[in-house]
């Protein structure tokens, strides 16, 4: 089945760097959402955007939806040891609850 | 947490053989989606129940079916199993509207089915 590319596949950072991943679609979603998924654990919802162009922040966590609606990128500042896990977009419609995810970025911290 | 629950979390099952999944969802939610993330990838969509009815199915086979119940309890049955039904099966629950809800998913924590 179709799935999203995220980039980058994996990041090694030490505690207290800022973070930058991002997803792309070849096609257009109407809603984007973030999830991060602990070993053993199911997604857990971070972020939703619904607009164009929105930016919208969690706590350290920031996140935007492209402009052109085939694109979506996460920020997290001042990383810290619980932020550890692997991080997924996935894309939606209206008229349907039906998310497409992407390949999903693994996030270490470096000691 | 999330509030909804899955059950078993572990089995291990042989080909050929059938296996149901259960779920339970959040309180207030009426919108079931199913689930499958094999190791190393993303989940996969595999069906919807709204109000104990299919609300949308994603590229599986028919051998994958389910059941919503009126509580908003859900079933995964898996029949003939095969050995790259083994994955993580993930159980989601929402506030669905017909014609399309938020979009927010609260996923359970999976049942892992190995197939040998």
């Known amino acids: 089945g179709q799935q999203l590319n995220q980039s980058p596949q994996s990041m090694f950072i030490q505690e207290g760097e800022d973070v930058s991943m991002n997803c792309t679609s070849s096609?257009?979603?109407?809603?984007w959402l973030w999830y991060k998924q602990d070993p053993g654990e199911g997604p857990v919802l971070l972020i939703a955007l619904y607009k164009a162009g929105e930016l919208t922040s969690n706590g350290r966590l920031t996140a935007q939806f492209g402009i052109t609606r085939k694109d979506s990128f996460l920020n997290i500042s001042a990383s810290i040891p619980s932020d550890v896990g692997i991080y997924f977009c996935a894309g939606s419609n209206f008229g349907n609850e039906k998310l497409t995810f992407g390949t999903g970025t693994r996030l270490t911290i470096i000691p | 947490e999330t509030g909804v629950t899955q059950s078993p979390t572990h089995l291990i099952k042989t080909r050929g053989q059938q296996v149901t999944l259960r779920c339970s969802s959040q309180s207030g939610h009426n919108t079931v989606s199913w689930y499958q993330q094999a190791l190393g990838q993303g989940p996969q969509f595999i069906f919807q129940y709204y109000r104990e009815e299919e609300n949308g199915r994603g590229n599986f086979p028919p051998r994958f079916s389910g059941l919503q119940f009126p509580n908003y309890s859900s079933e995964l049955n898996v029949n003939a199993l095969e050995l790259d039904d083994s994955a993580l099966y993930l159980c989601a629950s929402s506030l669905g509207i017909r014609g399309g809800g938020t979009g927010e998913l609260f996923f359970g924590e999976g049942s892992r089915l190995t197939v040998l």
């Open positions: 096609s257009i979603f109407n809603t």
